[in-house]
Structures are given as structure tokens and as C-alpha cells.
């Protein structure tokens, strides 16, 4: 069973910086993909994914302004923010997907996926 728990999330001006952490636990297989969605009043947005060799995808929302990372020596997924807008605020959720995986396809279609779901971090920026 895997475990994803965030941090990391608040409130911040726009044009500020956040940084969001999921440490994960359980057992994953050599393939998998990891990444990060949020869900504010409208439908929930895949926004940046990694996969188990280091290839990543980024929603057009996000690219350019966030990272995603992980440190496999601690099974940490980080997501910089950098240049934060208001309408960046949401509610974030680190996510994963076990077993064979496309990050630009689990991030738009993650529903046809066994996804495991954190609790989700708020985050909150101002104008």
C-alpha cells in the first residue's frame, strides 16, 4: 500500500514562490509515475508528473513557472512554483500511479489509472 503525504503549502502575493513536498511510502515497482494535481472550483487539473527515468510533462498552466523533482534517497516528490499567480490557487494533491505509465497521459486522462491520492495542501496566492 502506498502512502503519499504533502506539505509545504500556504499563502503567498502573487509573484512569489512556494515550494511542496509528498513523502512517499509503500512499495513501488521499477515503473511508475508521480506528480501533482490540483483542484480548485472548477475540475481538477493534472499540472506536472514524473516518471520512474526522469522524464517529466507539465500542463501549458504551469510550464515554464514549476518543477517537479524527486529525491529517490528519501522518496520525496517536490514541486517548485516559482512566479505565482492568483489564479494558481487551489488545492494541490500529490498523486501516483504504479506499473507502466505516460506522464502526459496520466496527467489528462488520470482517471483510466489505479491512482494513489495524498490528502491534498491548500495554496493560496494574492494579488
Known amino acids: 500500500q502506498v502512502q503519499l503525504v504533502e506539505s509545504g503549502g500556504g499563502s503567498v502575493q502573487a509573484g512569489g514562490s512556494l515550494k511542496l513536498s509528498c513523502a512517499a511510502s509503500?512499495?513501488?515497482?521499477?515503473?511508475?509515475?508521480m506528480g501533482w494535481f490540483r483542484q480548485a472550483p472548477k475540475e481538477r487539473e493534472g499540472i506536472a508528473a514524473i516518471?520512474?527515468?526522469?522524464?517529466?510533462h507539465y500542463a501549458d498552466s504551469v510550464k515554464g513557472r514549476f518543477t517537479i523533482s524527486q529525491d529517490n534517497a528519501s522518496n520525496t516528490l517536490y514541486l517548485q512554483m516559482n512566479s505565482l499567480k492568483p489564479e494558481d490557487t487551489a488545492m494541490y494533491y500529490c498523486?501516483?500511479?504504479?506499473?507502466?505509465?505516460?506522464?502526459?497521459?496520466?496527467?489528462?486522462?488520470?482517471?483510466?489509472?489505479?491512482?494513489?491520492w495524498g490528502q491534498g495542501t491548500q495554496v493560496t496566492v494574492s494579488s
Open positions: 498523486a501516483a500511479t504504479d506499473g507502466y505509465c505516460s506522464s502526459a497521459s496520466w496527467l489528462r486522462q488520470s482517471r483510466y489509472y489505479d491512482n494513489y
Open positions: 516518471e520512474s527515468d526522469g522524464t517529466t
Open positions: 509503500g512499495y513501488f515497482s521499477t515503473r511508475y509515475c
